[in-house]
Structure formats: C-alpha cells, structure tokens
C-alpha cells in the first residue's frame, strides 16, 4: 500500500485527540465507494465485505438510491411528526403490504427502534396485563444497541461495566436452550427479545425449532414475541427477515442498519393487538421518518424485496462460504464456518482464539474490508448486490490474507 499521506496523519492524529475515546479507528481515512469497492484518501483501493456493519447493503452509490437521495434532497429535508410527509407514509404503507405488521413506527437507529419496542411491550402489559407483568427475556450472546435499556436487553456483561443501576425487569437465558426458556418464561413475561441470526455475538443462527418453541412459549404466557432484525433482516439471510427461516409470526419486529442503505432510519413494526400500544403522546423522535431518509430507504426496501436480489444473496453467498471451506481446507484455520445466505463467520481454531483482529488487519493489508464479530469469528457481510466478477477478487484476495496470516 502507499505511505500514508498528510492528510491521512493529519486526520488520524487529529481525530485521536478529539473524538471521546470510545472507538478505535483503523489509521485508514475513507474517502469514496462504489459499488463493492471503496477508496481512502491515499488512493488505497478495497473491496467492501464490511458494508458499514451490514448498513451499506445495497453497495455504495446504487443509482437507485442515489436517485431518490437527490430527488427527496431537492424537496424536502425535515418537516417534524406535527406534519405527514410523502416519502415516510408510503415507507410505512409499503412495509406493511409486504411483512406481518399492521403499523409502523420511525426512528433513527437500531438502539431506538429497540428502546421503542422496549416501551411498547411494556405500554402493552400496562394497559392489558397484571401489574407485574413487566419482565422481558433476551438471550446470551445477544446485541440490541447502546442506549441504557438496549444495552440492558443485550446479555453481555461487558457493555453494561460502570453504567448501573441498570433499569430492572430484564432476564437472561441461555440462546438455542429450549429448556432453559422453558423454565425461565412466566405469566410475568411481557415480551421475548431475539435476533433470529445473533450478530455481533458471533454470527450464531438460531437452531431450527428454537424460535418457534418461543412462539408457543409466548402465546401460552401472552407475552410479546420481538425479533431484532437490525442485522440479519433486510435479505442479508436470503430472505427479507431471518426469522422467516422458521415458520413463525412475530409481534414486533425491529429494523434498521440496511433499512436505509446508509441513511441513518431505524423502525418498529407491529402487529395485531400489540398495534395499537403506543397511543398519542406516548413516544416520539424528532427526526423519526425524515423524509431524506425515507425516501432512500424505500428505494432500499424495494431491493431488499426483489427477487434478483435475493437469488443474488444465495450465489454469492455460497460461493464464499466455499472459498472459506477451500482455504480451511488446505489451512485448517477455522473451526466453524457458519451463518446465513451472506451472514457468515469464521470461528478461529482454538490455537488461534482471540486472534480474529490480526486476521481483519491481515484482510485490510490485502485489500479486503472485513469485520469480526467477537475476538475469535470473522465475519464477512457483503454487499448484497455484490457482482461475480467483485466477488471473484474478493474470494481470491481473502485467500491471499489466510495464507499470509497462516504463514502459509
Ligand atoms: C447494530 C445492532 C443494533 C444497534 O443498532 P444501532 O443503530 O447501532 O443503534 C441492535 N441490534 C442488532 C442486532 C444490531 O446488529
């Protein structure tokens, strides 16, 4: 790779000292992307598996999206939820004609798509329950965002360290554990949190059965079933919704990340007798629904529902979870290749546990932007619209890193 340039330094140098500390950026400062392929201010060029954490599903630029960027931005920027706008209205129309909700509620980001579900399922048990009907269940392993009650739902003690007292009525249970949730629901339960592919949590795919066993657990305990779909949803699992891979209904479902194709739009859909939980006054976002963000979401939504899409996420997909088994093949560096359609992980032999950072950097060094999920899985989420020939080089250059990293 070329030297880093001025500008490069200037702006790593300077975002070190300015930025709370709580990220720790690559050295690399990214400038352009198109399609597959991104740019960074050196004219370093790489293709993209990293989709801005499965955000940029639809590739960068898509003229689609593009299209309606611009339109929507010579229009109409913000108009607030004291006034309807186009793009929002139909965004919600379309999303109820083509999934299980009957109602729809706009935000700007996963953690509040999930805080407002958090509210709703407990709005709904206040308004039809017993009084102590308040307790929400969510899985070991889970991630549901980092405001205070998300990062409470998100069972893993190291997002919670120096934020207690965490807000009450969240329990824990073990994920894929049929008789743990078994035992651990009552009728005090208001609501079951689940990501049918948990993300960040090591790309680990619910087991078949399991999130229809929470279904009959719910109805039987009338508590709400949520599925958090921030990740796995929007085609990145071949279908619209990871839960879609078992025959089950949802309550509430939350979305986000590719749901704008870069905009930052996050939303709560609903339905049946949970639909009607939120009345007036009881929630609200300021940005929720902006029409810039709506606009381009549509266009996004309308890719994530094509067939072309989706059949383009089963080849794809297969083709590298193939060259993943090829080079374990011959490198036997993973123990587990796993996940959906173009969800996938690498979980690191043991010999190599805690190393999957060293293995991104290795990735990035090769021209390759990849993700981990957890020290020990890489995780690959490509572009959903990737191309043959993009992901082609993409596979061979992934090769390239494992066989350097491995000494190969
Ligand atoms: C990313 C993510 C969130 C949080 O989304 P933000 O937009 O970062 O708030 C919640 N749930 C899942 C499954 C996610 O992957």
Not at 32 to 42: K, T
Not at 143 to 153: I, M, P, Q, S
Not at 201 to 208: D, F, N, R
Request: glycine content about 10%; some cysteine.
């Amino acid at each position: 790779m070329a030297s880093e340039n001025s500008d490069t330094k200037h702006l790593v140098d300077t975002g070190q000292q300015v930025y709370v500390p709580n990220y720790a950026p690559k050295h690399i400062v990214l400038d352009r992307g198109e399609g597959a392929r991104m740019w960074d201010l050196d004219g370093n060029e790489y293709i993209d598996l990293s989709t801005g954490i499965a955000v940029n599903s639809f590739g960068h630029q898509h003229p689609d999206l593009v299209a309606a960027f611009t339109e929507q931005g010579r229009k109409l920027w913000h108009a607030s939820n004291i006034y309807y706008v186009e793009p929002a209205v139909r965004l919600a129309e379309e999303i109820v004609e083509s999934t299980f909700a009957d109602r729809v509620f706009f935000c700007n980001s996963g953690s509040e798509a999930n805080e407002a579900a958090i509210k709703l399922v407990r709005k709904h048990a206040s308004m039809h329950g017993p009084d102590d009907k308040r307790e929400i269940i969510s899985f070991e392993g889970s991630f549901h965002g980092r405001t205070l009650a998300a990062v409470t739902a998100t069972a893993q003690p190291k997002y919670h360290e120096g934020f207690g007292p965490m807000p009450g009525g969240f329990s824990y249970c073990d994920f894929n554990d049929p008789d743990a949730i078994s035992r651990m629901i009552s009728d005090k339960t208001c609501a079951v949190l689940v990501e049918a592919v948990q993300g960040e949590g090591g790309i680990t795919p619910a087991q078949q059965g399991f999130l229809k066993h929470l279904r009959t657990l719910c109805d039987k305990h009338n508590a709400l079933l949520v599925f958090d779909e921030i990740q796995c949803g929007m085609g990145r699992t071949g279908k619209m919704f990871g839960y879609e891979w078992e025959d089950v209904t949802p309550d509430v479902v939350t979305m986000a990340k590719a749901l704008g194709g870069g905009m930052p739009i996050g939303a709560l859909l609903v339905a049946g007798k949970a639909a009607d939980a939120l009345p007036f006054g009881s929630h609200g976002s300021t940005f929720g629904g902006n029409p810039v963000a709506a606009a381009v979401a549509r266009a996004a939504f309308r890719l994530a529902r094509s067939p072309e899409t989706m059949a383009n996420v089963e080849k794809q997909g297969d083709r590298f979870r193939a060259a993943l088994h090829e080079v374990n093949e011959e490198l036997g560096l993973f123990k587990d290749i796993r996940g959906r359609g173009m969800m996938i992980g690498a979980e690191l032999v043991d010999a190599h546990a805690g190393k999957a950072g060293e293995l991104l950097d290795v990735c990035t060094a090769h021209g390759l932007l990849t993700l981990v999920a957890g020290p020990d899985v890489l995780r690959l989420l490509p572009p959903l619209t990737i191309t043959d020939e993009e992901t082609s080089e993409a596979v061979s250059k992934l090769g390239a890193a494992c066989r350097a990293w491995a000494g190969a």
